[in-house]
Each structure stands twice: as structure tokens, then as C-alpha cells.
């Protein structure tokens, strides 16, 4: 089956009204910040989105994206390999003042003036949270085991006078 390519912009409110459905890929070339937060990655993010309407008459879109990612182990600094699998739920909102109303099942997304949503941004914005905060290899697979790992000995802290010292000796100087 050929991978179909997703539109860059969508209208959410039409695409909700149709329940349309979008199963495609993104190329990763195009996304210039998650290409630069990895040292290497897939050349597609696979993406499955569904544009409904809640029964507030909310509209929403959720839908999984899946790549994979080759990252640097700050313990070892040898590159692993680590599988993006993600989940998400929009709600398009204009302005701020209506993201206060929206349930805590969706996240709020901005549209633009032509009430569209840049969905591959979105994609990438997600792709890029869901990055581990400090990338390590799980302990069992690390070239670094405890015993390679050194710590320096840290030596006992000087005491340091009292800067109140002075004012002691004043105080008896007055009395």
C-alpha cells in the first residue's frame, strides 16, 4: 500500500461535519525542529487522525503519529534507537478566552485566520514533547555499568568566620 502524503493545513469544522478521517504520513524533512532535537530519525511519521464533534457540539480531533528516533545516551554518549508512539486530542479554539471552556479531555489548538490548524506543526510540536527529558539507554542495555561510573570526592567546606563577629566586639567596645 503507498503511503499517502497529509495536508499541511485542515479545517477542523469541516473536517468534523464529514467525520473525515486521515490516515497518511509526514515527512520528516519538513520538520526542521524534531529533526534537530534527534540524531537521527525515519524519514515518515506515520499519522491516523479523526475529526468528530462531541455531544456539546465541540468539535475535536484526536489520533496517534508513530516514528522512530535514534537519540544520544547521556550516560554512555552511544547512540540508541527509541520508538515515538503517541496519542493526542485537539480541540481548535480562536483566541484565548475560549480555551478556559474547553473539558480537560482536549488540549487546546489555535487556528488561523481561515480557520485552519497547521497539523503537521501540531504533529511535530508532539513529536518533540514526547522526547524524553534525558535520553538513557535502560540500565541493562548502557555500555556504563556502576562501577564505570565516577563521582569526585568532595572536601569538607572551610568554616568561615561570622560576619556578626565585628559586631560583637563593637557591642563590647560600647558597654
Known amino acids: 500500500m ?8 485542515i479545517d477542523p469544522l469541516k473536517s468534523a461535519m464529514k467525520r473525515s478521517t486521515y490516515v497518511g504520513v509526514y515527512s520528516t524533512s519538513l520538520m526542521e525542529r524534531f529533526v534537530d532535537s534527534v540524531l537521527s530519525c525515519n524519514e515518515l511519521v ?5 475529526f468528530l464533534k462531541d455531544a456539546q457540539s465541540l468539535t475535536y480531533f484526536q489520533g496517534t503519529a508513530q516514528t522512530q528516533a535514534n537519540l544520544l545516551c ?26 478556559e471552556e474547553l473539558p ?10 481561515h480557520g485552519e490548524v497547521d497539523l503537521r506543526q501540531v504533529i511535530e ?31 569538607p567546606e572551610q568554616e568561615r568566620k ?8 563593637l557591642k563590647r567596645d560600647l558597654e
Not at 540508541?80 to 480562536?94: A, D, G, M, R, T
Not at 561570622?162 to 566586639?169: D, H, Q, S, T
Open 2 to 9: 503507498d503511503k499517502v502524503k497529509l495536508p499541511q493545513l
Open 46 to 50: 506515520n499519522v491516523d487522525v479523526k
Open 74 to 99: 547521556q550516560r554512555c554518549n552511544h547512540e540508541f534507537s527509541h520508538s515515538i508512539n503517541l496519542e493526542f486530542c485537539f480541540s481548535p479554539v480562536q483566541g484565548t478566552e475560549i480555551e
Open 104 to 113: 480537560e479531555a482536549y488540549e487546546p489548538v489555535e487556528v488561523n485566520d
Open 125 to 155: 510540536d508532539e513529536l518533540i514533547l514526547s522526547l524524553p527529558i534525558v535520553a538513557l539507554h535502560a540500565e541493562e542495555n548502557c555500555n556504563v555499568g556502576p562501577d564505570d561510573m565516577t563521582f569526585g570526592i568532595i572536601e
Open 162 to 169: 561570622n560576619p556578626f563577629e565585628v559586631l560583637k566586639e
